[in-house]
């Protein structure tokens, strides 16, 4: 009988054992791959939603770009025609100048409109506003000013008040006179408080002549248009709930503008 030299059956026990460890290793770094492989398929699929999802926020802010720009653009409508009828209001009344007995009947509608048109409108400055419109009470019963200089006083008092529907204004004051509050002003479009600590909030609804509450998200914006109107914060898009539609706010500037 043949005999294999005990070295050569301790070499072949060796690869035997080789091969066994060289199999593991295989089997090993296949399993590894397998689980690198179901991780970065993991990560691509979190990647395709991260990629829908900034998507979509792209569209929504393409969306609200849009719609600020066409309120930007019918705001801007509603201003130049305020501008027409005062111009045209100044030009009637450069004539009513030549007629003295048609002048102060004419000057008392004007003031008697702005006095309603501040009753109507946002209720912001009242004070202010309201003894601007007593001080044109005492103009024209001033027999020591000339109908000329009652023209005057009335067309700046006219202005002053046109002037505020192009403002971004903010202060801090008392909200019904009993919580201090920071007030922001858009224009004739928009009123709106929020408290110091920024849990509560409001826009001024025209209709119902109330506060109605404003959420979470539109308190932070808010918070960025006060800000702003500071000088604290770079301009920016704000979407905000408006106090009255804008066709509203036109009908209001023209019907309180009207001077017969």
Do not use: C
């Not at 609200?64 to 130049?80: D, G, K, P, S, T």
């Not at 102060?104 to 202010?128: K, N, Q, S, T, Y």
């Not at 008040?161 to 002003?185: H, K, P, Q, S, T």
């Amino acid at each position: 009988m043949f005999r294999f030299p005990a070295a050569f059956a301790v070499v072949v026990a060796l690869w035997g054992v080789g091969l066994a460890q060289a199999q593991e290793s295989l089997i090993d770094r296949s399993a590894e791959a397998q689980r690198r492989q179901a991780e970065l398929q993991t990560r691509i699929d979190a990647a395709d939603d991260e990629t829908r999802r900034l998507i979509g926020e792209l569209r929504q802010a393409r969306a609200e770009a849009q719609r600020v720009e066409a309120y930007n653009a019918e705001l801007a409508r509603v201003v130049e025609r305020q501008d027409e009828t005062l111009a045209r209001r100044e030009r009637a009344l450069e004539g009513a100048v030549t007629t003295r007995e048609g002048l102060p009947p004419l000057l008392r509608g004007m003031v008697e409109r702005l006095d309603g048109w501040i009753e109507a409108d946002l209720p912001f400055l009242e004070d202010e506003r309201r003894a601007r419109v007593a001080s044109l009470e005492r103009v024209l019963s001033d027999p020591a000013l000339s109908p000329a200089e009652r023209l005057d006083r009335v067309l700046a008092a006219w202005r002053g008040e046109l002037a505020y529907g192009r403002e971004l204004d903010a202060w801090r004051g008392l909200l019904d006179g009993e919580r201090e509050v920071d007030f922001l002003r858009l224009g004739r479009v928009g009123f709106y408080y929020l408290t110091p600590d920024g849990r509560e909030g409001g826009v001024w609804k025209v209709d119902e002549q109330a506060w109605q509450p404003l959420g979470k998200a539109s308190r932070q914006r808010l918070e960025n248009g006060l800000r702003v109107a500071r000088e604290q914060r770079a301009p920016e898009l704000l979407t905000l709930p408006v106090s009255q539609p804008i066709s509203q706010q036109e009908t209001t500037h023209e019907s309180g503008g009207e001077a017969s």
